[in-house]
T-cell receptor, first 114, second 117 residues
Framework: QKEVEQDPGPLSVPEGAIVSLNCTYSNSAFQYFMWYRQYSRKGPELLMYTYSSGNKEDGRFTAQVDKSSKYISLFIRDSQPSDSATYLC??????????????FGQGTILTVHP | GAVVSQHPSRVICKSGTSVKIECRSL??????MFWYRQFPKKSLMLMATSNEGSKATYEQGVEKDKFLINHASLTLSTLTVTSAHPEDSSFYIC?????????????FGPGTRLTVL
């Protein structure tokens, strides 16, 4: 079993739809949770960064973390064609010898069509 | 967000030659830099972690003599692929993190596409 599971998709939605992306994980030591967006042939771009459980909103993006269920989500409201990309969840422990190391999900390919 | 650059963005080389890729943090001091490899439609595979002024820590299965990493300053790390072969062709991405950043996470460079003929 992988430490982080993410449905690779692909996911195709019409413009304006609400998109829900999810990851589950098995390591209870993960404390920091991130979502990255990666366009084709580019490096990942940090979208959301959250610590422990709870919600965080930034514009059309909302990140949710449920540590009790080991489940994180990213919601995109009013999706746009420019949101078409691969979305990677990532997480890391709080400290120790693996400080700073991220564990990534496989990435979900999202296409928003006009 | 933080800016991390990579150079070159794309390189084509002959089998047996060595290729150096540079990773720079442009607006913060990167205490730690990471090097990843990514295959098409796959997630990022961590190759090594480097802290400024010390030897890199390589992930299991990554040949340290083939992938030489140098992190000589707080703004520059280099990855040298020695005696490159076609199977080394891939997308190489670096990331950087620094304790002074508000968000203590990794900021990624734009990647370098290596093609070995």
């Amino acid at each position: 079993q992988k430490e982080v599971e993410q449905d690779p998709g692909p996911l195709s939605v019409p413009e304006g739809a609400i998109v829900s992306l999810n990851c589950t994980y098995s390591n209870s030591a993960f404390q920091y949770f991130m979502w990255y967006r990666q366009y084709s042939r580019k490096g990942p771009e940090l979208l959301m960064y959250t610590y422990s459980s709870g919600n965080k909103e930034d514009g059309r993006f909302t990140a949710q973390v449920d540590k009790s269920s080991k489940y994180i989500s990213l919601f995109i409201r009013d999706s746009q064609p420019s949101d078409s990309a691969t979305y990677l969840c990532a997480m890391r422990e709080a400290g120790g010898t693996s400080y700073g190391k991220l564990t990534f999900g496989q990435g979900t390919i999202l296409t928003v069509h006009p | 967000g933080a800016v991390v650059s990579q150079h070159p963005s794309r390189v084509i080389c002959k089998s047996g030659t060595s290729v150096k890729i540079e990773c720079r943090s442009l607006d913060f001091q990167a205490t730690t830099m990471f090097w990843y490899r990514q295959f098409p439609k796959k997630s990022l595979m961590l190759m090594a972690t480097s802290n400024e002024g010390s030897k890199a820590t390589y992930e299991q299965g990554v040949e340290k003599d083939k992938f030489l990493i140098n992190h000589a300053s707080l703004t520059l790390s280099t990855l040298t692929v020695t005696s490159a072969h076609p199977e080394d062709s891939s997308f190489y991405i670096c990331s950087a993190t620094g304790l002074r950043r508000t968000t203590d996470t990794q900021y990624f460079g734009p990647g370098t596409r290596l093609t070995v003929l």
